[in-house]
């Protein structure tokens, strides 16, 4: 069994800032690629910001210069630093790690943090 439990999330102004949190725990062999994906109402669910193993990270446009994401191997955490924010960040925020353990490889999903961008 794995789990993914994310945290962090709140409500806050524009402009303000926001720090998500995201940790595995359970039957872990290796952990590849973490990220942070996020899905807006009557939105698809769309990524945020990716992580690999050695520490490379992609982003969506949207979030460049704004979002930076990062990782601790050793907890198995992954986390995403939201700076300037704006109303069009507004979404409910999921972690997603692809996994390795004794079933093999597969994605598992966190259950989301709400974030909400208001004045």
């Known amino acids: 069994q794995v789990q993914v439990v994310e945290s962090g999330g709140g409500l806050v102004q524009p402009g303000g800032s926001l720090r998500l949190s995201c940790a595995a725990s359970?039957?872990?062999?290796?952990?590849?690629?973490m990220g942070w994906y996020r899905q807006a109402p009557g939105h698809q669910r769309e990524l945020v910001a990716v992580i690999s193993s050695g520490g490379t990270t992609n982003y969506a446009d949207s979030v460049k210069g704004r979002f930076t994401i990062s990782r601790d191997s050793a907890k198995n955490a992954v986390y995403l630093q939201m700076n300037s924010l704006k109303y069009e960040d507004t979404a409910v925020y999921y972690c997603?790690?692809?996994?390795?353990?004794?079933?093999?490889?597969?994605?598992?999903w966190g259950q989301g943090t709400q974030v909400t961008v208001s004045s």
């Open positions: 997603k790690s692809d996994i390795n353990n004794w079933n093999g490889r597969r994605d598992y």
């Open positions: 359970g039957s872990i062999f290796k952990i590849n690629l």
